[in-house]
């Protein structure tokens, strides 16, 4: 089975500075994609940047950048420029690529982030 | 337009009581899904629905039972509430299952917050 382990439950960060979220996860599956979703005050779960283990290549999305080392097992999300609407509960998510059936997220048990002004 | 929406928002009932939560997408995503977060946030899969069929299945209580009229659409129906039903429920679709996608990612509703009283 796999698990996901987020370690800081929660975090700080000054307006405009950056930040690294730690995520492993625990696979034996070579085919996988792993996930980042926020979730602000508001509840809604958004994604925030998405990584499919067979690429090399890190995930950028404008100020969310990833650090995907797969042979560790890491998958570490970096926010630049931290901007107040970043506060919220981070989630790291793990997926087997599905074979012929759908695949289920498992979730790390998230981080919560503050920006501070 | 809402992509996936959960209805109602809000829920409070007494302990006992059987109620319905609604989930309906307009992706045309094939599959559906409900999670559960719990009071500390964690994130975890109850079901999953592949054009009507039941997927996944996880060690959930026989008083939840899920159901799929079409594709866009998948309820969740929980009889004789509990305290520990408390929670909040979301409704997630993805698109359609396949060994050769390389776009999987779950869009997640904003949630059902149910309080049993």
């Known amino acids: 089975a796999q698990t996901v382990t987020q370690s800081q439950p929660e975090m700080s960060v000054q307006e405009a500075e950056t930040v690294t979220l730690s995520c492993t996860y625990d696979?034996?599956?070579?085919?996988?994609?792993l996930f980042w979703y926020k979730q602000p005050p508001s509840r809604q779960m958004i994604l925030v940047i998405r990584?499919?283990?067979?690429?090399?290549q890190n995930a950028t999305e404008n100020r969310f950048s990833v650090n995907f080392q797969k042979a560790a097992k890491s998958f570490s999300l970096k926010i630049s420029d931290s901007q107040l609407g970043d506060t919220a509960m981070y989630f790291c998510?793990?997926?087997?690529?599905?074979?012929?059936?759908?695949?289920?997220?498992?979730f790390g048990k998230g981080t919560k982030l503050t920006v501070n002004p | 337009d809402t992509a996936v929406s959960q209805t109602p928002k809000y829920l409070v009932t007494q302990m006992g009581n059987d109620k319905s939560i609604k989930c309906e997408q307009n992706?045309?995503?094939?599959?559906m899904y409900w999670y559960k977060q719990d009071s500390k946030k964690f994130l975890k899969i109850m079901f999953s629905?592949?054009?009507?069929?039941?997927?996944i299945n996880e060690t959930v209580p026989n008083r939840f039972s899920p159901k799929s009229p079409d594709k866009a659409h998948l309820n969740l129906h929980i009889n004789s509430l509990e305290l520990g039903d408390s929670a909040v429920y979301f409704c997630?679709?993805?698109?359609?299952?396949?060994?050769?996608?390389?776009?999987?990612?779950?869009?997640f509703g904003s949630g059902t917050q149910l309080s049993v009283l």
């Open positions: 998510a793990f997926m087997k690529h599905p074979q012929g059936g759908s695949e289920k997220l498992v």
């Open positions: 696979t034996s599956e070579s085919n996988y994609y």
């Open positions: 997630a679709s993805s698109y359609a299952r396949s060994p050769y996608s390389t776009n999987e990612k779950l869009f």
């Open positions: 629905y592949n054009n009507k069929e039941l997927i």
């Open positions: 992706l045309g995503h094939d599959t």
């Open positions: 990584q499919e283990a067979y690429k090399q």
